[in-house]
């Protein structure tokens, strides 16, 4: 839904705010979309009064909502904020919506002429896509790893059972806020999570090992922020158990990375080969198919997958496990 105007009492009660213009067109959810870990992620609330999202900055936790005009000559979003973080908080929110996301050499006619129909198809009903980049790595982080090796389905029930024991009520939560809406835990709070609740959220001692070692290192981490996206990337895979995968759906995200590939993935090189192909593919495969976009690589991936294409479903498929009573 399209929010072309705040509610005064709302916009009123805000500790910040601010109003941000694309300068072209722009789609609010398909560009956040990718930043939530499914429609139950409890640090986010789509609503028809606004996409609410709460995380915490260097100032303390925050609630943002954001509300969108697209439709008109003057596409804009508003971005209303409670609590310490606020002003912290908005000082990102251009970065975030993808205001550092630059399409013009992917959109430029003789690279355009390069790419498959499908991709030059996609990219002309997606225009209002932006890459986000929201610049904190620990809060990417950690669910990526919940996601190594095992279904989806799987690790975000897992990153919900954790959210919901150790995660912390959003500023103005059941008031201004959504009922319910979560802040992340803070590496902190994530360190001090017991065995025990590892292992009844579903997440293996492997996966939860790999957080702690990361976590130790949580301000280090967050500057890596202030890093080109490649070479946070490698500094990234120097931890143990962290791995190209882990590394490129984290700068995808905190970076905008427009070139990073998902190399590892359970699914994304047999999508990919039989979107460019008809046929599957492997990872060199993949990375072959897409060599000619290097670059704009991840742009590529994005389009494919707004395209619409699914490959044909056939064969075994990864099965669900509950590791939680053994």
């Known amino acids: 839904m399209t929010i072309t105007d705040v509610p005064a009492s709302v916009a009123a009660a805000a500790d910040a705010s ?4 694309p300068g072209g067109p722009y789609s609010l959810r398909q560009t956040l979309g990718t930043l939530m870990r499914g429609n139950g992620d409890p640090s986010f609330s789509s609503r028809p009064d606004g996409l609410w999202m709460a ?22 979003v508003n971005a209303q904020a409670w609590g310490p973080g606020s002003a912290a908080a908005l000082a ?10 630059d399409w013009s050499a992917f959109d430029e006619a003789v690279f355009h002429a390069t790419l498959p129909r499908m991709v030059r198809e996609a990219r002309r009903r997606n225009l209002a896509v932006r890459l986000p980049s929201t610049g904190r790595m620990v809060d990417c982080l950690v669910p990526t790893i919940l996601e190594q090796k095992v279904t989806v389905i799987e690790a975000r ?3 919900r059972y954790l959210m919901y024991r150790h995660g912390t009520p959003a500023p103005g939560a059941g008031t201004v806020a959504p009922a319910g809406l979560l802040v992340r835990p803070t590496p902190e ?19 939860s090992a790999t957080v702690m070692r990361a976590l130790r290192s949580a301000v280090a981490l967050e500057r890596l922020a202030l890093l080109p996206a490649a070479e946070a990337a490698r500094k990234m895979q120097t931890i143990p158990g962290i791995g190209e995968w882990t590394a490129a759906e984290v700068v995808q995200r905190t970076h905008g990375c427009p070139d990073s590939i998902a190399v590892g993935d359970y699914h994304l090189a047999a999508d990919v080969g039989a979107a460019l192909t008809g046929r599957r593919t492997d990872d060199a495969g993949m990375l072959a198919l897409l060599e000619p976009w290097k670059g704009q690589r991840q742009r590529v991936v994005r389009m494919i997958g707004l395209s619409g294409f699914r490959k044909p479903t056939f064969g075994p498929r990864m099965t669900i496990q509950d590791h939680r009573r053994h």
Do not use: K, M
């Open 189 to 207: 709070q994530w360190l001090r999570i017991p065995s025990w609740e590892w292992h009844q959220a579903g997440v293996g001692p492997q996966r």
């Open 55 to 76: 995380f915490t900055t260097a100032d303390g936790p925050v609630s943002l909502r954001l509300t969108s005009a697209e439709i008109g000559p003057e596409p804009h």
């Open 157 to 159: 029930r897992g990153f």
């Open 92 to 101: 990102t929110v251009p970065r975030l919506l993808g205001a550092g996301d």
């Open 18 to 21: 601010l109003r941000w213009h």
